[in-house]
């Protein structure tokens, strides 16, 4: 009889203890389907170019890339253009973003232009003849899509493009937020 | 008759005093326990025990419980006596606060069985256990685990801020430290660095660090050593008690409440259970100048365990939950390089807040679940077989500062990066009990664990298999001056990759297998003097983030890649204890030798990798050959009276042999020393102490040069404060107060060991309250 009690007992407790317990799932995970390669699910940036039109009309129109088209890391990037420019000239620039790791090719650019408030492309120039300006902008602050290069005298230097992200913190100036897209490319004033 | 033991009692009592007026050095430990009849595990009230040497003693209350206070550090022969019972007298080793139930036979005539004897003697390990005593467990209530066991020398922590720490042993980390929560080995994704281990320190009542023959139990990566977190056991007499824990902090405003209820149900046979939770919270912590955004945490915790143990056989069930999200400091979540050195080149964060309980991007919210079934069988007088089987489940998701520029993607609010492990362990024991001079524990274990990932892909899926077997002998001569203790274990371990690469579907398999053991030693010449050698031989795969990590890690801002070809690591250990306890005096020192051959560590590598978001820092996992060589000292003087010194000490030298340089990310040498007065009792208050301490951290000179984006930072030291008393309020009950002001000249500093030295000081001045009241 006593016996009786205690398997009772155990039983009892074994129960409640599986009901209490284990409520998470258990599946006993499934590890990455074998069919299907994962989707990306973030928006990958795989490549920046920048057009170049004479306002003059004089000089041909040029265009300059950075592309990795697998990515942050993996692979080196496929391709880093030095940006050539006449002496004396003045450009209109057009910066455009995409995404190449997908077919057909996305447009990241038109997204940054939907949340104009929240981004900004700023230019640093260093040792090259090269003033730039923003020509557009978000109703408020610039926002750089679009912008004027004017070239002085023969040169050699770098030029960095970068993209901020600054979500409630835009003020117009380079240092809120954090940085989206950084490329430096040689710059030759020739 | 019990007026005889109303004088007694008197007389002890009163020799009690006598002998606290004459204090000796660390007369401050307890004996504590339960006066138990071995017959039929019935409480024994009026049991008397008593010291002979000090000549006092307790008899205990009528739920069993007996007390002794301010004992000195030493050895001394305990008897228990009780009405219609033979005395029973054991040897009792005083080194911290200490509990010994004392199971005594009401049957004189059954005395003599050997099981008692066993009971009563206590173990030596051949290397020093280290563990928090029940003052310094009071005092760290309120704090992560990590942050707990730093008090313990030869331990310190890797931080990630304020809130994520995890515990550092003489240098290593992560899966080389095996964490026993509750005796089942945690299994979460303890591999990375800012991964913290995910368990409820209010679930201990006994936190330690085990090396040697011990650990070869519970598996063969315990290259640094076991971290055990034990409850105490259940209730084994019919009643309920419990415990209630409130602590709170002025820096980042925390807030913890933690309360345990258990008891006995004598009329079911003597089932036992607890229940226990935990609340905590905190919002923005400061350092000395200024605010730190997004550092809140928020925590809630709760487990259960019922037991219904007998004599011959139980079986015994519990169940944890863990849960927490946890801020990441705002300004250390940086976009790239660029990013970094103007984060390291400003003296405040390129974002400042101010106070605030909310949780923002980025944050991590991690949730672990255990659920464990222990039963065990007396196998006739000769031993007892143990079977235990445990499911854990952990998840992990952590959240990007940056949302996504799609705002119907934005608008879910999904973690950018999620893993969840489920992981099934069991294991099949039987310890032998002493026959003559042996002990023998013997075993066999198994775990399956399975991996997945939903998200960005930084470690892939997998699943893994491992099983192992163990054998534990013990010997001691007949004086027990000198013991004797080896062990040895075989491991395997089977692992399968699920992975695309690139366009390709693999599944790489790995196979691992090999034997661990240990071989030590406990000499005792004198009462005063213990000496312990042990050697260890511990061995771990590479786990899957070494082998597999590729791409951008975005919580730390730089690029991992693992390598595929990384083998086993090894490590060969010798450790050499000295214990030297006599008068004025208590020294413990520890020298240590640690060689792992294929030490595997994220190695940086130059150039940094360019991407279209600028260059980042880039790391490698490499393997080398490394040394870990230091000495850990703990001291304690009496200097006059109720006035002590306490002095503490660890250094460390990691080198690797390989590349003939330093190793980066290795704990600096540090000094503690404190001043502690302390009184037996005014009026009502019990137990009063009042410490001022002074922590001395050295800079971090021992790194290979420009390994990182900013050398170590300088050291530092820091004055520290803690006093405290406990108020009786009925029989054995008591509300314990301990209250701590740290860092008390707010200083700012830096310490190498948080990953967010590059952004940010560390917490400023802090003053903290804890109370627990047990009833």
């Known amino acids: 009889m006593k016996t009786k009690t205690n398997y009772t007992i155990i039983l009892a407790a074994l129960f409640i203890s599986f009901l209490i317990g284990c409520k998470k799932d258990d599946d006993s995970p499934s590890p990455v389907s074998p069919t299907t390669p994962p989707v990306n699910e973030e928006e990958l940036i795989t490549s920046l170019i920048i057009s170049f039109e004479d306002t003059a009309g004089v000089q041909p129109s040029v265009q300059y890339a950075f592309r990795d088209p697998d990515g942050e890391g993996g692979s080196l990037p496929t391709q880093h253009d030095t940006i050539r420019l006449v002496v004396n000239t003045y450009y209109n620039a057009t910066v455009q973003l995409l995404n190449e790791s997908v077919s057909p090719a996305e447009d990241i650019t038109l997204e940054v232009e939907e949340e104009a408030s929240e981004h900004l492309f700023c230019y640093a120039v260093s040792n090259t003849n090269v003033s730039i300006i923003r020509t557009d902008s978000d109703g408020t602050y610039g926002l750089g899509i679009k912008s004027r290069w004017f070239t002085g005298n023969v040169a050699n230097g770098e030029t960095t493009i970068s993209l901020k992200h600054q979500p409630g913190v835009k003020d117009g100036t380079c240092s809120p937020g954090d940085t989206d897209v950084e490329v430096t490319f040689v710059t030759k004033i020739q | ?775």
């Open chain 2, 1 to 775: 008759m019990l007026s005889n033991k109303l004088f007694s009692v008197i007389v002890i009592l009163l020799l009690g005093f006598t002998s606290f007026a004459q204090d000796k050095s660390n007369c401050n430990f307890s004996l504590s326990g339960k006066t138990i009849d071995n017959h039929d595990k019935s409480i024994l009230m009026f049991a008397n025990v008593y010291i002979k040497e000090l000549e006092k003693g307790a008899v205990s209350d009528t739920n069993g419980n007996y007390v002794i206070h301010n004992l000195c550090a030493g050895k001394y022969e305990v008897t228990v006596s009780h009405v219609g019972c033979e005395p029973v007298t054991i040897n009792i080793a005083i080194t911290g606060d200490t509990k010994q139930n004392f199971y005594t036979e009401h049957h004189a005539e059954e005395l003599k069985q050997f099981a008692f004897v066993e009971q009563a003697y206590v173990e030596e390990q051949t290397v020093d256990r280290k563990e928090l005593s029940i003052k310094e467990l009071n005092q760290s209530r309120g704090k992560s685990l990590g942050e707990s066991l730093k008090e313990l020398t030869g331990v310190t922590s890797l931080n990630t801020g304020n809130s994520i720490s995890k515990p550092v042993i003489h240098g290593l980390h992560s899966d080389r430290i095996l964490i026993l929560n509750n005796g089942i080995r945690q299994e979460g994704q303890q591999w990375g660095n800012e991964h913290a281990p995910e368990i409820d320190p209010y679930i201990a009542n006994k936190l330690s660090v085990i090396k040697g023959a011990e650990g070869i139990r519970y598996g063969a990566n315990a290259i640094a050593g076991v971290v055990l977190v034990e409850p105490n056991e259940l209730r084994d007499s019919s009643g309920i008690n419990g415990e209630l824990n409130l602590a709170g902090a002025t820096n980042g405003r925390l807030g913890v409440s933690s309360a345990m209820l258990e008891g006995n149900i004598g009329k079911l046979n003597g089932l036992s259970w607890r229940v226990q939770g935990t609340l905590k919270r905190s919002g923005n912590v400061s350092t000395p100048n200024y605010f730190m955004k997004n550092t809140g945490l928020k925590e809630y915790n709760f487990s259960w365990a019922t037991g219904y143990l007998k004599a011959k056989y139980g079986i015994e069930t519990f169940y944890s939950q863990f849960n927490s999200d946890i801020g990441i400091f705002s300004a250390a979540h940086i976009g790239n390089l660029t990013d970094l050195q103007r984060a390291i080149e400003s003296d405040v964060p390129l974002e400042s807040a101010d106070f605030t309980y909310d949780i923002n991007r980025p944050y991590q919210h991690i949730e672990h679940e255990l659920f464990k079934v222990k039963s065990y069988l007396a196998t006739g007088e000769i031993g007892k077989l143990e079977l235990i089987y445990a499911r854990q489940y952990n998840l992990r998701q952590e959240y990007d500062k940056h949302v996504s520029r799609n705002d119907s993607i934005a608008a879910l609010n999904l973690p950018e990066l999620q893993f969840e492990i489920t992981t099934h362990t069991g294991s099949l024991i039987w310890s032998q009990n002493r026959k003559n001079a042996f002990k023998a524990q013997l075993g066999v274990s198994g775990i399956y664990q399975a991996n997945t990932y939903t998200g960005r892909e930084f470690i892939p899926a997998f699943i893994k298999y491992g099983s192992g077997a163990f054998i534990i002998e013990k010997w001691r001569n007949k004086n027990a001056k000198l013991e004797l203790e080896a062990g040895l274990r075989y491991d395997y371990v089977y692992q399968q990759v699920y992975k695309w690469l690139k366009k390709v579907y693999i599944t790489p398999e790995y196979i691992y297998h090999n034997v661990s053991g240990s071989l030590g030693a406990v000499y005792k010449p004198t009462e005063t003097l213990t000496a312990k050698i042990n050697y260890g031989m511990a061995w771990r795969p590479p786990n899957v983030s070494e082998l597999y990590s590729n791409g951008l890690h975005h919580g730390a801002a730089a690029v991992e890649y693992g390598d595929t070809n990384l083998i086993a690591e090894k490590a060969h250990n010798i450790i050499l204890g000295v214990d030297y306890v006599k008068g004025k005096w208590l020294i413990q020192a520890e020298g240590y030798y640690n060689y792992i051959n294929n030490f595997i560590y994220l190695k940086p590598v130059l150039p940094a990798t360019l991407t279209i978001r600028g260059a980042f820092p880039t790391f490698k996992y490499e393997q080398v050959n490394a040394s870990f060589a230091g000495v850990d000292l703990k001291s304690t003087y009496s200097i006059y009276k109720s006035l002590s010194w306490k002095g503490k000490a660890s250094f460390l030298r990691a080198y690797n042999l390989t590349a003939k340089e330093g190793i980066v990310g290795m704990p600096a040498n540090r000094f503690e020393n404190a001043i502690e007065y302390k009184l037996e009792s005014i009026k009502r208050f019990k137990d009063i102490y009042a410490e001022v301490g002074f922590q001395n951290v050295l800079t971090q000179n021992n790194v290979p040069a420009n390994s990182d984006y900013l050398a170590p930072p300088k050291g530092y030291g820091l004055l520290n404060f803690k006093t405290g008393f406990s108020l009786p309020t009925y029989k054995q009950q008591k509300i314990i107060v301990d209250f701590e002001i740290s860092n008390l000249l707010n200083t700012a500093y830096r310490d190498y060991l948080n990953r967010f030295r590059y952004y940010a000081d560390e917490m400023g001045r802090n003053y903290s309250l804890k109370l627990k009241m047990t009833f």
